[in-house]
């Protein structure tokens, strides 16, 4: 607040971006890439387990005191593995501001501490339980929890399949308290010709779903075929 007593416009609010154990650290990579570009700022957090998924995905080992160097490579590699694919400025990692999972004293960690919402990209099964039970056992669980009990928006991107009956009841109890559920379903329509292609599209309906403006994808238009349609191609009909 300023000492008018109004709202600071210049006030820091982030989006709290919490990555968790599942397959899928190139969704979180493209809506952390998605989020910068729209010049919002993110407040990231990493739990223990998905160190591992994004060490075994891409080769990145993330590192506590080393983040900015490994995130910067992280946000640079393409879906496809390929080293240096998108440019990452100083004025994006000077947008990030990153929290360890054990911290349970951080910032986000308390309903006063100003964000817009929480992006759990991908979300494992176990974070899903974990969430839905208020179970607070690391950081990115307690920032979840205090996300829905301040009843601000919640994009839970789970990645797992099949998902079984225990599951199927978390996300529910998920979508009652107000969550907003978005299974990492890739379509098709948009014409993908590349992995790349997939990965925005999921990345693109979690930014959809926080009200983040983008252009990841291509959207449905009500034409058929148009998404994979090119410029000056014939008609099939």
């Given at each position: 607040?300023?000492?008018?007593?109004?709202?600071?416009?210049?006030?820091?609010?982030?989006?709290?971006?919490?990555?968790?154990?599942?397959?899928?650290?190139?969704?979180?990579?493209?809506v952390?890439?998605?989020?910068?570009?729209?010049?919002?700022?993110?407040?990231?957090?990493?739990?223990?387990?998905?160190?591992l998924?994004?060490?075994?995905?891409?080769?990145?080992?993330?590192?506590?005191a080393?983040?900015?160097t490994?995130?910067?490579?992280?946000?640079?590699?393409?879906?496809?593995?390929?080293?240096?694919?998108?440019p990452?400025?100083?004025?994006?990692?000077?947008?990030?501001?990153?929290?360890?999972?054990?911290?349970?004293?951080?910032?986000?960690?308390?309903?006063?501490?100003?964000?817009?919402?929480?992006?759990?990209?991908?979300?494992?099964?176990?974070?899903?339980?974990?969430?839905?039970?208020?179970?607070?056992?690391?950081?990115?669980?307690?920032?979840?929890s205090?996300?829905?009990?301040?009843?601000?928006?919640?994009?839970?991107?789970?990645?797992?399949?099949?998902?079984?009956?225990?599951?199927?009841?978390?996300?529910?109890?998920?979508?009652?308290?107000?969550?907003?559920?978005l299974?990492?379903?890739?379509a098709?329509?948009?014409?993908?010709?590349?992995?790349?292609?997939?990965?925005?599209?999921?990345?693109?309906?979690?930014?959809?779903?926080?009200?983040?403006?983008?252009?990841?994808?291509?959207?449905?238009?009500?034409?058929?075929?148009?998404g994979?349609?090119?410029?000056?191609?014939?008609?099939?009909?």
């Open positions: 607040m300023s000492n008018t007593g109004q709202p600071d416009p210049g006030r820091r609010r982030p989006w709290v971006v919490g990555i968790s154990g599942a397959s899928g650290t190139p969704y979180a990579a493209s952390l890439r998605g989020l910068l570009a729209a010049g919002e700022t993110v407040d990231l957090i990493v739990s223990r387990a998905s160190r998924t994004l060490l075994d995905e891409t080769g990145i080992a993330f590192r506590d080393h983040w900015r490994d995130l910067r490579q992280w946000l640079a590699l393409g879906a496809d593995g390929k080293p240096g694919t998108f990452v400025t100083e004025a994006d990692l000077a947008a990030v501001r990153y929290w360890p999972a054990g911290d349970l004293a951080a910032g986000p960690s308390s309903g006063s501490y100003p964000v817009k919402g929480m992006l759990i990209v991908p979300a494992s099964t176990a974070c899903v339980a974990g969430v839905a039970l208020g179970l607070s056992k690391d950081l990115l669980q307690r920032v979840a205090v996300t829905l009990k301040e009843r601000r928006r919640l994009v839970v991107t789970v990645r797992e399949t099949p998902l079984n009956g225990p599951t199927l009841k978390h996300l529910v109890a998920l979508d009652e308290a107000g969550a907003v559920v299974p990492a379903s890739p098709f329509y948009a014409g993908a010709t590349h992995i790349q292609d997939l990965v925005d599209f999921v990345a693109g309906r979690v930014l959809d779903a926080a009200e983040v403006p983008h252009g990841l994808y291509r959207r449905w238009e009500g034409e058929l075929r148009g994979s349609k090119e410029e000056g191609a014939p008609d099939p009909s």
